[in-house]
């Protein structure tokens, strides 16, 4: 039957709900009215559907395997079930006509809330399905969710005009330039994912099982690629050289006209960063934030490579005993001092900016500032079990057309740092804060 944990843990799990909601709400307020029929990013649905969709999805989960209640209002359930990923070129073609108005889909929000607190308050849990995950899980599994969405919102925020946003505040990130040198890592074991039989903290189903995998020595750059790296790469034409993107790079760059960055903007012959409440002079020592394609063609024209996931892993959390770290500088918990996450910044800051940010191997900044690609493509581990009640999550895409990115950005949220975390993209995706930093023999 299914598990239902202590209730203290429960009452835990739903506060940190709770939490997770002032998120997504606070994130929702720094827009006009009139921008949640917007489609900022045309691969993503319009905002609206994520008003509706943070609600939906845990009205969804826990109400099929944990509460075991009717759905009154079955259509916005499916309406706002799943976003959507489009790999062959296809956009969405609906209207915003072909929406719910506002106060219908925040009404729908509301009641969905209501029932679900409810239930949480007072434990009302169906035992009914044999098998099942426990509440934990699906919880976890909610929370995660949703702080996933927090980041991934604001990268379709990050393109809508600044004139359609309530700006925030932040400290400006200056700093001075680095040197990018390379940082040898020795022979050793990368040990991926997470073991099922121990007794870890929660892990997606991508997560387990946990593989060890033997990486031959190699180097790595201490910082991310830089803007100003990256300019150099434009100036010497690197957006015009065939021969340093492949095939399908070179042809999605050429039909969509991309020249440079989608975070850059060129006004009056200089080069300003898109912010996300305004564009301010190029900062040269920010992580540049590229597609996978963009960033290949910037490994090539370096004669370097994307590290594989397993040298990112060995370069993170190797330790020279042979030992790995639970976090890039230690075993601390995340915290403010030690980087650029947890929704602190919206933007970037210095590569160098948290000197404490550094692997026990000499490796900066790998976690937080900007999510790192890597040549892997995204596929299983051995011994990978669909999550019974997600069963796509991952599955639906181990197609071949997604890549590894591992880190975390300055909107990634403090539990997603764990060592074992996976995030993947198509690679000519141009939208998410990731970077890159490269390799060689």
């Not at 976890?140 to 946003?165: C, D, G, N, W």
């Not at 950005?409 to 995030?423: D, I």
Request: net charge negative.
């Amino acid at each position: 039957m299914a598990s239902l944990g202590s209730s203290t843990v429960v009452q835990q799990l739903h506060r940190r709900i709770l939490e997770a909601r002032a998120n997504t709400d606070q994130l929702f307020q720094i827009l006009h009215e009139a921008t949640f029929y917007e489609r900022p990013i045309p691969e993503r649905n319009r905002i609206v559907f994520y008003l509706g969709h943070l609600e939906a999805f845990d009205w969804n989960l826990l109400r099929d395997h944990l509460f075991a209640l009717d759905a009154p209002e079955a259509d916005f359930d499916k309406l706002f079930a799943f976003g959507i990923d489009p790999v062959d070129g296809g956009l969405p073609a609906d209207q915003p006509k072909d929406w719910p108005v506002l106060p219908e889909v925040r009404r729908y929000v509301q009641s969905l809330r209501e029932q679900i607190d409810n239930r949480l308050q007072s434990a009302a849990f169906s035992r009914t399905r044999a098998g099942e995950h426990s509440a934990e899980t699906l919880l976890h599994v909610a929370i995660e969710h949703r702080l996933m969405h927090a980041e991934t919102l604001a990268y379709m925020f990050h393109r809508l005009p600044h004139s359609q946003k309530y700006p925030q505040a932040q400290t400006p990130g200056a700093g001075n330039p680095v040197k990018n040198e390379l940082v040898e890592i020795p022979a050793g074991a990368a040990i991926l994912g997470l073991h099922r039989e121990a007794a870890s903290p929660f892990g997606w189903d991508n997560e387990f099982d946990a593989v060890a995998v033997k990486v031959p020595e190699f180097r790595i750059q201490k910082y991310m690629v830089t803007n100003g790296e990256f300019l150099q790469f434009l100036e010497d034409g690197g957006y015009r050289n065939r021969e340093l993107w492949s095939p399908a790079d070179w042809e999605w760059k050429e039909n969509s006209a991309v020249l440079h960055p989608t975070f850059w903007q060129k006004v009056d012959g200089d080069w300003l960063y898109r912010g996300m409440f305004e564009l301010i002079p190029l900062p040269e020592t920010w992580p540049v934030y590229v597609s996978h394609a963009e960033a290949t063609a910037y490994a090539r024209w370096s004669g370097r490579f994307l590290p594989t996931e397993a040298q990112w892993h060995r370069a993170a959390y190797g330790a020279p005993q042979g030992t790995e770290n639970d976090y890039t500088w230690g075993s601390a918990a995340p915290s403010p001092a030690l980087g650029n996450f947890d929704f602190h910044r919206w933007d970037p800051v210095p590569v160098d900016a948290y000197p404490a940010n550094q692997s026990a191997l000499g490796v900066a900044g790998l976690l937080g500032n900007g999510w790192e690609w890597t040549s892997t493509r995204f596929a299983p581990f051995p011994g990978f079990e669909p999550f019974a009640f997600y069963p796509g999550y991952s599955a639906n895409f181990f197609d071949d057309k997604h890549y590894v990115i591992k880190g975390g950005s300055s909107r990634t949220a403090a539990c997603l740092l764990r060592r074992s975390f996976r995030n993947w993209f198509q690679p000519r995706y141009q939208y998410v804060y990731a970077g890159f930093r490269c390799a060689s023999e």
